[in-house]
Each structure stands twice: as C-alpha cells, then as structure tokens.
C-alpha cells in the first residue's frame, strides 16, 4: 500500500511569489489534513478535509492560503502571494475513518521563502 | 497558548535504559492521545496512542500512561536502542460535535540513545 505522498519535496521561492503543494493520501483515506511546522514550534493543524469537504479550516493563518481537494481524492494548497513567516514544513496525513485516528503522514514539504 | 507542552527539548539516554519522554495539556476535552516519532526529512511517524478511558497502553517495548487528573502523559521506552534516537511528538485529538477532529501537537523531544 503507498503511504501519503507529497510534492515537492523542497521548494525556495521570492517573497511574493506563488507556490502549490501537492499531497495525495491513501487510497481510501476520506480523511486529509494539513499541518505545518515552523521552525522550532510545534506542528500546527492548518484544515481537515473529509472527502471534498473543508470540515475544519480553523487554523489557516489568513485569506493567502488555500486548499482543495478535488473529487476527495489529492489535495493542494496554495500561498498566494508567499511571506517569508510561510517558510516551514508542511505536512499532509490521512486517515481512513475516526475509530483509526491513527493519521499516516507524508514526508513533508519544506518551503523557504526569501 | 500551548494546549501540548512537552518541556524538554531533548534527552539522552545509555542504550539498554529507560527512555521517558513526558507530554503535559491544558484541554480537559482532549480524549485520545498519541506518540508520533520522527527522523530528519521524513514525515512523523504513528508509534502508539492511549484512548482518555485507559491510564496505560503497552506495545512491545514502548508503554505510554495517562493521568488524566494531572493532565499528564508519558511515554516510556525499555530497552533504549540507538535506532530510537528521533524526535518524538506527543499529539492530543479532541473531536468535536460537527464530526471535524483536530490533533494538537507539542513542540516534540529530541531522544538520543547513546551506544
């Protein structure tokens, strides 16, 4: 079975300019979240998404970040236009249902903003 | 506001000992606890979890115990081996009455396990 898998692995890009991450869960995994981690701070939950829904996008930082999840299937979130407070590791995991809570995570994106 | 404070950055241990990593939280609503491990460039890893209704969960060499009066929880490794060196995130899930779930994570321990 492929676990979460997330792209890119790495991305640098200028201060203002747009970047779009990709995760793509575990087929059969209705369950998709966003975190991110900022250097030296905990990993903070950004939104949830159950199949194509926003169940809870409580802790996107503001109106430059957006997500979607076509069909329920892969997720993207976009920073349009990036700040240089963006720059962390973002983190996709998916679950398959609440009685498995147990979220399986990709490996990350780390983006730099200069 | 740190709802999952885990104090201590870092710890280092003598392979073959106890290892105990320890996870304090705020929110009484919290009802499912896990441990997540995680090695450099790679995404955390699920290691084990203990639902509110339990004090102690055990899987092979790891254990972790809840004390929910203190808000407390602790993971316990025995015996330390040298491939648990890792950063490890102590996480707290609260669901909530929309069926949207949130996990709240520490700020994670570094574990050193020195041969």
């Known amino acids: 079975e492929a676990g979460v898998t997330q792209f890119p692995s790495h991305s640098v890009i200028e201060k203002g300019q747009t970047v779009t991450l990709r995760c793509d869960p575990i087929s059969g995994h209705d369950n998709l979240y966003w975190y991110r981690r900022v250097m030296g701070k905990e990993i903070k939950f950004l939104l949830h998404f159950v199949k194509e829904s926003k169940q809870d996008e409580s802790g996107m930082p503001n109106n430059r970040f957006l997500a979607e999840r076509t069909g329920g299937t892969y997720s993207t979130l976009k920073v349009q236009p990036a700040e240089l407070e963006d720059s962390g590791v973002y983190f996709c995991?998916?679950?398959?249902?609440?009685?498995?809570?147990?979220?399986?995570f990709g490996q990350g994106t780390r983006l730099t903003v200069v | 506001d740190q709802q999952v404070k885990q104090n201590s950055p870092s710890l280092s241990v003598q392979e073959g000992r106890i290892s105990i990593l320890n996870c304090d939280y705020t929110?009484?609503?919290?009802?499912?606890f896990l441990w997540y491990k995680k090695y450099p460039a790679e995404g955390p890893t699920f290691l084990i979890s203990?639902?509110?209704?339990?004090d102690k969960n055990e899987d092979g060499r790891f254990t972790v115990f809840l004390n929910k009066s203190a808000k407390h929880l602790s993971l316990h490794i025995v015996p330390s081996q040298p491939g648990d060196s890792a950063v490890y995130f102590c996480?707290?899930?609260?669901?909530?009455?929309?069926?949207?779930?949130?996990?709240?994570f520490g700020k994670g321990t570094k574990l050193t396990v020195n041969p």
């Open positions: 203990i639902s509110s209704i339990k």
């Open positions: 995991a998916s679950s398959r249902d609440r009685e498995n809570t147990e979220a399986f």
């Open positions: 996480a707290a899930s609260e669901l909530f009455s929309s069926g949207s779930e949130k996990l709240v």
């Open positions: 929110n009484s609503m919290f009802d499912y």
